[in-house]
């Protein structure tokens, strides 16, 4: 992993970013001058491109919304079909995620540590650094959690280090799991909301810490219900302790990225779909004909009619686009949000814990939930309620009640849209049709691994493989045991 990391991290901070124009000159003016620069700049940098990744569709770094069966390609159908490898996908989920992201928030961690406070910052600098590492640490969690869950297992512990270490072992997902709880409820416990953080660069929440208290219990609260089939009993502590601590109880607590109207720094669903000038996507069919079908208002939101209706394109064929809806107003618009972890997420896993363990009411938490995604979505209470009355929770099948309804309301989270219905197994989403050899007749559950593990770790790429059961897109992670 060693030849990897390296050969990409000296040109990383040179590609697009959110640092201001001067910045960039500067940055531009001097490729080393990526390892002096403020700490700021790198989480700045690091934050766009964790949350472009997770919000982009481009074909060649993040296919979920084909997976999800949420949009459908137009004239190209490869990837709808998981061949993902063509494009050597996983490589470039390896680059956003260890070299983008990963390695410049260590880089961040480190400069931090050497910053030499002025006279005026010496006297509240011990605690703004500490909280500084806990929020940038908070960002680490967040990202090995999506290598986990989109692969297995994983280098971590070797993982950025690889400048020691030529050739990175692979560790446990379950192991990194238990070592991402402790490492976030120690940030957490370090964390202190009457002091500052970051007073430039931080573009989540602007280094507010009470707002990173909250995240940071949201994501520990996704943790836990991750684990929810694999180890109950530490799931289930997580999750309490996540909830005691405090989680998203609005969507004024949504950790968003704020895009710009311009290039480059314009969301990266209007990136591809607008300024790209191609039209390669149009609404899928299987969430359409659903939504048809309990009349549900965010049709509006989601998609843009045709012919007077909603109309979904078929899973793995060619549709054309003025056959079928095109995605909605929102991938149309420059400054569209990038979602990091938002309230209705948030609140899809306190009714999944309730419902689980009864920690709280899970009708009620269920309710709160598809109202979340009403308003998200700019609908009206009243809306919200009308459709609930028409599609109520049923505790005898609270799985497929939470799994259905997440599934719609992550919309626009395709990355996390994977996790609750790999985990609920909700909706029974069929394959697509000429789905590739080498997705056995199933919908993918995992990424394999990038071609450059193979042939540049191989001794290492063979053990992760072999400990997950094979290096397969139907190879279940360690979490998804239904």
């Given at each position: 992993?060693?030849?990897?990391?390296?050969?990409?991290?000296?040109?990383?901070?040179?590609?697009?970013?959110?640092?201001?124009?001067?910045?960039?000159?500067?940055?531009?003016?001097?490729?080393?001058?990526?390892?002096?620069?403020?700490?700021?700049?790198?989480?700045?940098?690091?934050?766009?491109?964790?949350?472009?990744?997770?919000?982009?569709?481009?074909?060649?770094?993040?296919?979920?919304?084909?997976?999800?069966?949420?949009?459908?390609?137009?004239?190209?159908?490869?990837?709808?079909?998981?061949?993902?490898?063509?494009?050597?996908?996983?490589?470039?989920?390896?680059?956003?995620?260890?070299?983008?992201?990963?390695?410049?928030?260590?880089?961040?961690?480190?400069?931090?540590?050497?910053?030499?406070?002025?006279?005026?910052?010496?006297?509240?600098?011990?605690?703004?650094?500490?909280?500084?590492?806990?929020?940038?640490?908070?960002?680490?969690?967040?990202?090995?959690?999506?290598?986990?869950?989109?692969?297995?297992?994983?280098?971590?512990?070797?993982?950025?280090?690889?400048?020691?270490?030529?050739?990175?072992?692979?560790?446990?997902?379950?192991?990194?799991?238990?070592?991402?709880?402790?490492?976030?409820?120690?940030?957490?416990?370090?964390?202190?909301?009457?002091?500052?953080?970051?007073?430039?660069?931080?573009?989540?929440?602007?280094?507010?810490?009470?707002?990173?208290?909250?995240?940071?219990?949201?994501?520990?609260?996704?943790?836990?219900?991750?684990?929810?089939?694999?180890?109950?009993?530490?799931?289930?502590?997580?999750?309490?302790?996540?909830?005691?601590?405090?989680?998203?109880?609005?969507?004024?607590?949504d950790c968003l990225l704020p895009y710009l109207s311009a290039?480059?720094?314009?969301?990266?669903?209007?990136?591809?779909?607008?300024?790209?000038?191609?039209?390669?996507?149009?609404?899928?069919?299987?969430?359409?004909?659903?939504?048809?079908?309990?009349?549900?208002?965010?049709?509006?939101?989601?998609?843009?009619?045709?012919?007077?209706?909603?109309?979904?394109?078929?899973?793995?064929?060619?549709?054309?686009?003025?056959?079928?809806?095109?995605?909605?107003?929102?991938?149309?618009?420059?400054?569209?949000?990038?979602?990091?972890?938002?309230?209705?997420?948030?609140?899809?896993?306190?009714?999944?814990?309730?419902?689980?363990?009864?920690?709280?009411?899970?009708?009620?938490?269920?309710?709160?939930?598809?109202?979340?995604?009403?308003?998200?979505?700019?609908?009206?209470?009243?809306?919200?309620?009308?459709?609930?009355?028409?599609?109520?929770?049923?505790?005898?099948?609270?799985?497929?009640?939470?799994?259905?309804?997440?599934?719609?309301?992550?919309?626009?989270?395709?990355?996390?849209?994977?996790?609750?219905?790999?985990?609920?197994?909700?909706?029974?989403?069929?394959?697509?049709?000429?789905?590739?050899?080498?997705?056995?007749?199933?919908?993918?559950?995992?990424?394999?691994?990038?071609?450059?593990?193979?042939?540049?770790?191989?001794?290492?790429?063979?053990a992760g493989a072999a400990a997950i059961g094979g290096d397969?897109?139907?190879?279940?992670?360690?979490?998804?045991?239904?």
């Open positions: 992993m060693k030849k990897y990391l390296i050969a990409l991290i000296a040109a990383a901070p040179l590609m697009n970013s959110c640092v201001d124009d001067a910045r960039m000159e500067e940055l531009n003016k001097d490729p080393n001058s990526y390892y002096t620069t403020v700490p700021s700049t790198l989480v700045t940098y690091a934050e766009k491109q964790l949350t472009d990744y997770m919000n982009t569709p481009n074909v060649n770094v993040n296919n979920l919304r084909l997976t999800m069966q949420y949009w459908q390609e137009t004239t190209y159908t490869d990837e709808s079909r998981y061949d993902f490898d063509t494009r050597n996908v996983s490589n470039r989920v390896f680059d956003y995620t260890y070299v983008r992201t990963l390695k410049n928030l260590d880089q961040a961690k480190k400069l931090v540590n050497e910053y030499n406070p002025t006279a005026a910052e010496q006297a509240t600098w011990q605690q703004t650094k500490v909280n500084q590492l806990a929020i940038i640490d908070m960002l680490q969690v967040y990202t090995f959690q999506v290598l986990v869950d989109t692969f297995g297992d994983v280098p971590y512990t070797e993982a950025l280090v690889a400048e020691q270490n030529t050739l990175t072992k692979y560790d446990s997902g379950k192991d990194i799991y238990a070592g991402l709880i402790k490492r976030l409820q120690a940030d957490l416990a370090s964390l202190d909301t009457s002091a500052g953080s970051f007073t430039s660069g931080e573009k989540f929440y602007n280094g507010k810490t009470a707002s990173w208290k909250k995240f940071g219990n949201s994501l520990l609260l996704k943790l836990g219900i991750a684990l929810a089939d694999a180890d109950p009993a530490l799931a289930k502590a997580t999750c309490e302790a996540a909830i005691r601590g405090g989680v998203f109880t609005s969507g004024a607590d290039s480059p720094n314009f969301n990266q669903i209007y990136s591809n779909l607008v300024a790209s000038n191609r039209n390669d996507f149009v609404a899928g069919k299987t969430i359409v004909d659903h939504m048809n079908g309990t009349q549900d208002a965010r049709r509006s939101e989601y998609f843009q009619l045709r012919n007077g209706a909603y109309i979904g394109g078929v899973i793995g064929e060619n549709s054309p686009f003025k056959q079928y809806s095109a995605p909605g107003k929102f991938a149309y618009t420059a400054t569209t949000p990038g979602i990091l972890l938002n309230y209705t997420e948030v609140a899809f896993y306190l009714a999944e814990a309730a419902a689980r363990w009864n920690i709280g009411n899970a009708e009620e938490l269920y309710k709160n939930a598809v109202r979340a995604s009403f308003a998200q979505w700019g609908k009206t209470a009243a809306e919200a309620d009308a459709y609930l009355l028409a599609n109520p929770y049923s505790a005898a099948n609270w799985k497929q009640s939470l799994g259905m309804e997440a599934w719609v309301a992550m919309y626009n989270q395709p990355v996390q849209a994977w996790n609750f219905w790999r985990r609920l197994d909700y909706p029974k989403l069929k394959p697509a049709v000429g789905a590739v050899n080498s997705a056995n007749g199933q919908v993918p559950v995992r990424l394999t691994y990038p071609t450059s593990e193979k042939t540049t770790n191989p001794t290492n790429y063979a397969f897109l139907y190879t279940k992670i360690f979490w998804d045991k239904n």
